[in-house]
């Protein structure tokens, strides 16, 4: 077994046993390893101590938890927190946010998510910048709201007036070999020709499951991209299971940002 399938097998078992004593030398006596090489591969691989890794799990679960009704004091016990003042501060040292204000945002959001509007939309155009992921090594993993980590520095600035039918981010062309996809940003428009930095992107019409990530509310950009890679996660997670809908693959799903306000579009059928 090399080091990858250990370290999944490893964060699986953890997952699996949140609500027992996990400890590093506990996890590291089931893969076969000495505490030291161990530890140092974890931190490696997941770029944190097991002691944080097992930590934020619970916190994720514990905010499933909360947002499935359990009290706060209840699901703090219920995660290996002794008080509930621990737990609020652990959970809002990772989400920025106490958890009963976790639960209200998350409740809101979920208005949105639960009844996305169904439209048919015709076909439209974008005039984007093309972004490979290696020209952002730091999140070249992050496939939503990808604009949020790219360095526009040196990117063509945009024509003035472009962007008042709203602005575009979508994944392309997907290559055979690594799957890897290149991304593309810009705003919307009717014009003929890109101006120069700029390629065009067309989006077919299709019909659509519109998700409200963000609204005029949220006007931080780092909050405003974390609404919309949560709301992804939703979709893919969870909204599909739960509906009569499948995904047509046939189409292009994008997101369409009109200032603070932020929609995902997944093309249905």
Known sequence: MNYRDVMEECAEYICAHLEENLT????????GYSLYHFCHVFRAYF????GEY????????AARDIVHGKTVITTAFDHGFNTHA????AFRRHYGMSPREYYRQMKERSCFDMKPKIVKKESMKAFCYEISPEMNPVDAGVSAAYWCDV??????SYPRNCNAMGELGV???PQEDTGDLKYYFGY???DMQPAKGFVSVEIPAAKYAVFTAADENVTDLKEIAGEVKETWKYIFQEWFDSSNFVYDESKICFELYQGPKAEIYIPVK
């Open 47 to 50: 770029d944190m101590p097991v």
């Open 86 to 89: 621990g737990f609020t501060k």
């Open 188 to 190: 919307v428009t009717n």
């Open 24 to 31: 590093a030398l506990r996890l590291a006596r089931r893969a």
């Open 171 to 173: 994944w392309l062309h």
């Open 151 to 156: 360095d526009f520095k040196n990117f063509p």
């Open 54 to 61: 097992i930590r934020c799990r619970r916190l994720e679960s």
